[in-house]
């Protein structure tokens, strides 16, 4: 998975092989009940995963995994099963006072907070953290903080003795953070890893700190034997009732690294001996393995699914001769068969249901609509209609795609769809980093590709500002459209500002439709995701978002 710090999203460019895996029984009760979790147990969270950051400067973790059970921040995520995910104090006594505008941002900590050895978590301590996630040989982590702090995009880590003048920390108990402009997503930022706090005195080796953070969380780190197990038992001074996003409910969690994805699903499915008490986090049931999981209903009841997930899209570049007319776009619309996309990522029920916003559904700011209605299958007729009138004929288009099994089906169905409009697309394969550099680079040649997003956190700023800005053009940017319209670019930036959380989503909720207005992109299906557990795992489920499981909550029964 590539990522970028400029952008406010992250491209799921490994979805296209991990999506298509998921039932759609939105009735279903989550996976594994909370009233039978019970304290104590250990858990097995089998993973392909060779490497876990636990440095919260170089992490990437989404709120609700990993890193998230031994370092806290100033806030964290809560989630549920059938409610929005929700942002809340975490080390903090509230998400944030904002002043200035919503420039200037103001936390004070609870009374009482301790690290695993005893010592008091102090204000100093998450200034010092932030600081360290600037310093280039810490770098990796998400870092949506690093252009919105004053002075940030000069700042280069506090190793040389400097500090970032826009991190205040007036006494023990309070943080201000003092922002280039408004913006009122700042309490999900504060919520990523790099906000956990980082005592000095304990960063002594910063190149290997990775190995065995300073335990904020529930859990500390017992032994890390990189690429194989990482084992992390009871921090004996936390404090649950500080922590409302926290269960730490077992007595220690295992990692298991390193593992094979079909390794993972068979030992699952199998549900014998100690995988009773594991679960995958990571690792999706595959197309292959569906049969074996819907034709066994013990094995049916230990899968949780995804109400929905990452948006898939069919980017058209909008720079290119044949792509740039609007109205050629809108015939594409059209033409494109939703349907064949769906059944190539597993159908209604795996694949994901067939999407017509950019908004995701469990985000603030989704409506459902459709500028562009059409059957299923699409209107070859109508684009070739809309074709005809804005001139165009024999078009030919080149898509730029993803060289897996169920990549390349997408492309096909894709390719088969504007053919029956009468537009000849040729399918050009690539790896995922070569492809990635292809569609973010600078030139842009190409056509057309299909990519996956998931933003990193549940505002509509991440599906909208990466993908649609023009300051994301080339240079690593995520606006594979190459989409560039200055009023769009005036309302994200009003949007960002905007602290009212209604108002917020009304505005995004807007800017969604005036840039399908334009059509720079084809919405294909909201894609879903669907994990297995051992039977004795509870509070396993996924929520409107993210669509993984919540590692924070898990439990056991006995």
């Known amino acids: 998975m590539k990522r970028t710090t400029r952008a406010i999203a992250v491209a799921a460019v490994l979805a296209l092989a991990a999506t298509a895996c998921n039932a759609n029984d939105k009735t279903a009760a989550p996976s594994g009940g909370s009233a039978a979790a019970e304290p104590g147990g250990t858990i097995h969270l089998l993973s392909t995963s060779k490497d876990i950051h636990l440095d919260p400067a170089k992490s990437q973790n989404l709120g609700i995994s990993t890193v998230h059970l031994i370092v806290r921040g100033l806030t964290s995520w809560k989630t549920s099963p059938d409610k929005a995910t929700e942002v809340v104090p975490d080390l903090a006594t509230d998400i944030g006072k904002s002043s200035d505008g919503g420039k200037t941002w103001t936390y004070k900590l609870k009374s009482g907070l301790k690290y695993e050895d005893g010592s008091p978590i102090v204000a100093a301590d ?14 990796g982590g998400l870092g949506y903080h690093k252009s919105l702090l004053v002075g940030g995009d ?24 003092k922002l280039n402009k408004p913006f009122g997503d700042w309490p999900w930022i504060v919520s990523m890893p790099a906000f956990g706090p980082v005592p000095k005195k304990a960063d002594t080796d910063p190149s290997h700190y990775d190995d065995k953070p300073v335990a904020s969380g529930p859990y500390r780190v017992k032994t890390n034997d990189t690429g194989s197990k990482l084992v992390l038992d009871r921090n004996p001074n936390w404090d649950k009732a500080t922590d409302e996003a926290r269960t730490g409910l077992p007595d220690s969690i295992v990692f298991d690294m390193g593992l094979q994805p079909d390794v993972v699903n068979q030992r699952l499915i199998a549900d014998a001996g100690d995988d009773k008490f594991a679960a995958a986090t990571g690792t999706v049931i595959p197309p292959a393995l569906i049969p074996s999981v819907t034709g066994n209903p013990a094995v049916k009841a230990r899968v949780a699914k995804s109400p929905s997930g990452a948006l898939q899209y069919l980017a058209m570049n909008n720079k290119r001769p044949g792509l740039s007319n609007p109205e050629v776009r809108k015939a594409i619309q059209y033409a494109v068969d939703k349907q064949a996309v769906q059944v ?32 299923p299958q699409g209107d070859p007729d109508k684009a070739k209609s809309m074709l005809a009138a804005a001139g165009v004929s024999n078009l030919n288009l080149v898509l730029a795609a993803t060289n897996t099994p169920v990549g390349l089906s997408v492309a096909q169905a894709i390719q088969q769809g504007l053919k029956r409009a009468g537009i000849t697309v040729t399918i050009k394969p690539y790896e995922s980093d070569p492809l990635f550099d292809l569609t973010t680079g600078p030139k842009g040649d190409y056509d057309l590709t299909v990519s996956s997003w998931l933003p990193d956190f549940p505002s509509a ?7 649609f800005g023009s300051s994301e053009i080339g240079n690593g940017g995520y606006n594979q459209s190459r989409y560039s319209n200055p009023a769009v670019d005036a309302a994200i930036q009003a949007a960002t500002a905007e602290q009212d959380r209604t108002k917020a989503a009304a505005a995004w909720g807007a800017l969604d439709k005036q840039i399908m207005a334009d059509a720079p992109l084809v919405p294909l299906i909201y894609a879903r995701t669907a994990f297995l557990h051992g039977s004795k795992v509870q509070n396993f489920y996924l929520p409107s978002y993210p669509p993984y499981p919540n590692v ?5 029964s006995k």
């Open 126 to 139: 998450i200034k010092y953290g932030v600081e360290r996630s600037f310093a280039p040989e810490l770098s």
């Open 154 to 177: 000069k700042y280069t880590g506090p190793y040389k003795n400097q500090e970032l003048a826009s991190i205040e920390t007036p006494d023990d108990t309070t943080i201000v953070f």
């Open 344 to 375: 190539a990522q597993g159908g209604p029920d795996f694949g994901g249901e067939i999407a017509t916003t950019l908004i995701t559904p469990g985000i603030d700011g989704y409506s459902k609509y459709d500028l562009y209605p059409a059957s």
């Open 461 to 467: 700023l991440g599906n909208i500002q990466p993908l």
């Open 552 to 556: 924070l909550t898990l439990g056991l």
